[in-house]
């Protein structure tokens, strides 16, 4: 059984830095897409960015593009968010999904609240 754990959410001040972790288990294979989706209260989850465990390819949606850096320990199966200059539009609930074989899986979501 797939399952995906994130870590690392929290509150700051506009401005100011995080990192989310997403720890993968339970796949058996090295080919899938992991990635980031937040949601707020009211509104569709949307995707946040992405990176492929095969090539190490990356996506960011346009709001984040030069602050937020995705990256991937093969070795660990974990994925990490690095979001800097935060501001209170990326207050959200975070979610780590990985994409593989047509399924796509989820972990529980990780509050981050940026204040101004």
């Known amino acids: 059984e797939v399952q995906l754990q994130a870590f690392g959410g929290g509150s700051v001040q506009v401005g100011g830095s995080l990192k989310l972790s997403c720890a993968v288990s339970?796949?058996?294979?090295?080919?899938?897409?992991i990635g980031w989706f937040r949601q707020t209260p009211g509104n569709e989850r949307e995707g946040v960015s992405a990176i492929s465990a095969v090539d190490d390819s990356t996506y960011y949606a346009a709001s984040v593009k030069g602050r937020f850096t995705i990256s991937i320990d093969n070795a660990q199966d974990t994925v990490y968010l690095q979001m800097n200059s935060l501001n209170p539009e990326d207050t959200a609930v975070y979610y780590c999904s990985m994409f593989q074989r047509g399924d796509r899986y989820w972990g529980q979501g990780t509050q981050v609240t940026v204040s101004s």
């Open positions: 339970g796949h058996s294979f090295d080919e899938y897409i």
